[in-house]
Nanobody, 127 residues
Framework: QVQLVESGGGLVQPGGSLRLSCAASGTTLSFNAMGWFRQTPGKEREIVGAMSRNGDSTYYTDSVKGRFTISRDNAKNTVYLQMNSLKPEDTAVYYC????????????????????WGQGTQVTVSS
């Protein structure tokens, strides 16, 4: 059984940083394309960033470009989302997702393309 578990969320002041982790069991994340999404109440879950299986291709939504970075540690079977220069509008529940059998070198930025999801971690940016 595949499980993705996010951690690292919390309360941070504007301009601060957080690093979210997504640890997997039941699957080897290096075989999956990965994505980070976020959702606020009453809104659709939206893409934050995505990474191809081999890590060579990445995508970031415009609002986080230059501030957020996705990375992998295959030895730990974990994917990260480093978030810098956080803004109040980044407040949301953040989810990681994994896509099985991805095309090589391709990232995926639609939520219906992903097979596995974590439970989410709350990020609140407020002074």
């Amino acid at each position: 059984q595949v499980q993705l578990v996010e951690s690292g969320g919390g309360l941070v002041q504007p301009g601060g940083s957080l690093r979210l982790s997504c640890a997997a069991s039941g699957t080897t994340l290096s075989f999956n394309a990965m994505g980070w999404f976020r959702q606020t109440p009453g809104k659709e879950r939206e893409i934050v960033g995505a990474m191809s299986r081999n890590g060579d291709s990445t995508y970031y939504t415009d609002s986080v470009k230059g501030r957020f970075t996705i990375s992998r540690d295959n030895a730990k079977n974990t994917v990260y989302l480093q978030m810098n220069s956080l803004k109040p509008e980044d407040t949301a529940v953040y989810y990681c997702a994994a896509k099985r059998f991805p095309n090589y070198g391709v990232y995926y930025n639609r939520k219906d393309e992903y097979d596995y999801w974590g439970q989410g971690t709350q990020v609140t940016v407020s002074s």
